[in-house]
């Protein structure tokens, strides 16, 4: 069963530029996860969707945007970007149900210049 | 808020036992995880624990929960080269609009 993926792997942008990655849940999942990775910040939630309605969202500006298809894929956008934008994005998908657990795909490195 | 807190950095040597904390803030976590991440990967699920229960054993992995003390810990039996990595502790908190809330990680060196 192939795993979560998650494309580009590597993204070089320039600042007031926009982005968007993809990601693919493992068949059968619903819910999409989507996580920013820094050395400073650690690990924070952006948002998740399930079943094309976003469900949860964390605490980041409106520039950070996703949407789910009907297949369960995933995209995120991040318009006018910053430099302080460069991280590492991971996605995770799950059933989205109570009893979870979070698969995650490899992530995306964007480096904004 | 919530919060999990993890040590920074564990060195130990090859072949003895590695003990990772984690203390988290949301009793009300029904299931509480640990997560492993390579260089350059994303984070790979190592095991699990049902916050009503105390110990769970996996092969070399052994996760203790003291639920009082909201007191997690992974215990690497015979640790190897291979698992050097960063672990994550994480608890699940869905009713703050958040599903998952990671721990800084914790950064295990394995000396040969």
């Known amino acids: 069963k192939a795993g979560v993926t998650q494309t580009p792997r590597y993204l070089i942008k320039t600042r007031g530029q926009q982005v968007t990655l993809s990601c693919s849940p493992i068949s059968g999942h619903r819910s999409v996860s989507w996580y920013q990775q820094t050395p400073g910040q650690g690990l924070q939630f952006l948002f998740e969707y399930f079943s094309e309605t976003q469900r949860n969202k964390g605490n980041f500006p409106g520039r950070f945007s996703g949407r789910q298809f009907s297949n369960s894929r995933s995209e995120m956008n991040v318009s006018t970007l910053e430099l302080g934008d460069s991280a590492l994005y991971l996605c995770a998908s799950s059933f989205g149900d109570e009893n979870e657990k979070l698969f995650f795909g490899s992530g995306t490195q964007l480096s904004v210049l | 808020g919530e919060d999990v807190e993890q040590s920074l950095f564990l060195s130990v040597r090859e072949g003895d036992s590695s003990v990772i904390n984690c203390t988290y803030t949301?009793?009300?976590?029904?299931?509480l995880y640990w997560y492993k991440q390579e260089p350059g990967a994303g984070l790979q699920l190592l095991t699990y624990?049902?916050?009503?229960?105390d110990m769970k054993q996996d092969q070399r992995l052994t996760v203790l929960l003291n639920k009082k003390d909201k007191h997690l810990s992974l215990r690497i039996a015979d640790t190897q080269t291979g698992d050097s990595a960063i672990y994550f502790c994480?608890?699940?908190?869905?009713?703050?609009?958040?599903?998952?809330?990671f721990g800084p990680g914790t950064r295990l060196s394995v000396l040969p």
């Open positions: 949301d009793s009300s976590s029904t299931y």
């Open positions: 994480a608890e699940s908190i869905r009713n703050y609009g958040q599903n998952f809330v």
């Open positions: 624990i049902f916050s009503n229960m």
